[in-house]
């Protein structure tokens, strides 16, 4: 096994305590060490599985739609299980997603602040470079980056989704978002060399975070030079906010049913439920508002460390900003009281008994095997997301409110199914949308499809719900999905984020087996060498496919 592991990671995995910012019980953060372990030449360990994948026969262009010159590769990262991973897959195989085809080149026992990437991620700068380009055989090699929406602008310098200028591909002002795009039109795109001058000049301006607007919020450097036309969407995020926006929708319709049945039955506590439902209106909005707010502090006191650790800690610079990051933080302080209150609230004000219509919610959903990871907070995962979008679902899921209408508001029961039947159509529309755009692969007639699908959709959307925000998720659907889909004939499915997160569950568990190793960086070592050991084509090729489940039918009953 030794010598298997010598031939196949050989001295190409190395392991340090790096200096890292870490997150204080205070709130503030300071310089410690913590375990990288990382490989050095990652331009060896690429052509090093692509051989391997050669040899195996298990390279593929799927059918054309990759150009038969060219070999895709995928770069993304993602914080899970205590640790962050970068990880790189092979596009050119036949399930490019699975942790089989995921291999980590980088790992940290840290927090993924913009300046723990810089220190995990700069040494890969020009091997990056050099990948995206880089001839393999008779193959040119593309390079594209993928992740969810934070690490993306991470990685790209942006403040991030509560920027004035929050979109990573174009120039457009959050407030202009909620305008429909036949009217506006698509707004100036982005590119690595503007983003690389509005940041010099908002270096030149004194760093000033108020101000970063005026330099379209490119408050870091992009960490690597892979063009913006090659960050993958992150579809997996999109298709979860939607939806989970929708859903909230149709929850606070029901708070509203709920209220107009407490002043009309004595069935439950109207006052209690009163407060229960108002909590539950102001829960997302606060905790919307909390994360906003500590996504600035943070982003302060990053930037504040980052400049004490190049130009000094009594830099004037540094002390400026964590003047403005001390001052967040009381903001912040206060915000996490008000959540910490509403959500107190929702758990103690929640019963059986109360709120009947906000109750059916939860019992459809549970109707067709759905269940959100926590109530209070609204929050689904794909799989589940995917599974009640399908048109039976959908109907299970609203009707269930039109039904409880009937039976305990008859005199509202036109008016309100009607509303339901609203929702009908507006999560008919999208879950059309989430079909294509989950796909790996888009022709012209899809991607054509595809527009009309988010035309029809957001149209619907906005004379419906007129008082919803249109959030930087939506805005990725309506401007730049279709783009994606004409200029690189895929979907969501093939050069998503989701490898990059499945990643996690795997190193649980052989973190694990080698948790009697006491030393933190050998721990990782063998973690990670193991890992790389698992994805090795050769073995890889070995594993059998998965049994095919037997259902009753199979076996003749």
Avoid at 482 to 502: K, P
């Amino acid at each position: 096994m030794r010598h298997i592991s010598s031939q196949i990671v050989g001295d190409n995995l190395k392991g340090e305590i790096a200096p890292f910012s870490v997150t204080i019980p205070s709130g503030g953060e300071e310089i410690k060490g913590a375990p990288l372990v990382f490989i050095p030449h990652l331009v060896d360990k690429v052509v090093q599985l692509l051989d391997g994948n050669e040899r195996t026969g298990r390279l593929t262009w799927h059918k054309g739609f990759i150009p038969a010159n060219e070999i895709w590769l995928k770069i993304g990262g993602d914080k899970g299980g205590g640790t962050f991973k970068m990880t790189f897959q092979i596009v050119n195989v036949a399930t490019p997603n699975s942790v089989h085809n995921t291999c980590v080149f980088s790992c940290f026992a840290a927090g993924d602040s913009v300046t723990n990437l810089h220190v995990a991620l700069d040494r890969f700068k020009d091997q990056v470079e050099h990948l995206h380009g880089m001839k393999w055989r008779q193959y040119t090699v593309k390079v594209f980056i993928c992740g969810d929406y934070e690490f993306l602008s991470k990685m790209y310098g942006l403040s991030g989704a509560s920027g004035c200028y929050p979109c990573l591909y174009c120039k457009i002002p959050s407030d202009q978002m909620a305008t429909p795009l036949s009217v506006r039109g698509h707004a100036t795109e982005r590119s690595l060399e503007d983003m690389c001058t509005d940041h010099q000049c908002y270096i030149s301006s004194g760093s000033i975070r108020k101000d970063a607007q005026k330099f379209f919020n490119c408050i870091s450097v992009p960490i690597f030079d892979i063009p913006v036309s090659q960050v993958c969407p992150p579809g997996l995020h999109i298709m979860l906010g939607i939806f989970t926006k929708m859903f909230h929708l149709l929850e606070a319709l029901c708070c509203q049913l709920d209220l107009e049945l407490a002043s009309h039955t004595t069935d439950f506590d109207s006052s209690n439920f009163s407060k229960y439902s108002q909590a539950l209106q102001r829960l997302p909005l606060l905790q919307g508002d909390l994360k906003t707010a500590q996504h600035s502090q943070q982003v302060l006191q990053q930037v504040a460390t980052y400049v004490a650790l190049v130009h000094g800690e009594k830099n004037p610079l540094a002390v400026d900003l964590l003047k403005q990051s001390a001052a967040k933080k009381k903001s912040v302080k206060a915000l996490d009281a008000e959540v910490a209150k509403c959500t107190a609230t929702v758990r103690r004000g929640y019963s059986e008994k109360e709120g009947p219509f906000v109750k059916t919610l939860d019992n459809a959903l549970q109707s067709f095997g759905v269940q959100r990871q926590q109530y209070f907070g609204g929050a689904f995962i794909g799989n589940h997301v995917h599974k009640a979008l399908k048109v039976p679902n959908i109907q299970t899921l609203c009707t269930s409110i039109s039904k409880m209408a009937l039976e305990k508001l008859p005199h509202r029961s036109g008016e309100v199914a009607g509303q339901v039947s609203k929702f009908i159509t507006a999560f008919s529309l999208y879950g059309t949308c989430h079909n294509i755009c989950d796909q790996n692969f888009i022709d012209a007639a899809q991607a054509h499809a595809l527009d009309q699908a988010i035309q029809e959709f957001m149209a619907f959307f906005r004379d419906t719900y007129p008082e919803a925000t249109v959030p930087i998720k939506m805005h990725l659907l309506e401007d730049h999905t279709v783009q994606w889909a004409n200029t690189n004939h895929v979907g969501f499915g093939l050069l998503g984020e989701q490898g990059a997160e499945s990643i996690h569950a795997k190193f649980n568990r052989l973190g694990l087996a080698f948790a009697p190793i006491k030393d933190h960086v050998q721990n990782l070592m063998c973690t990670v060498r193991e890992h790389l050991l698992s994805i090795e084509p050769q073995l890889v090729a070995a594993i059998p496919p998965p049994a095919k489940r037997l259902v009753l039918k199979d076996i003749g009953c």
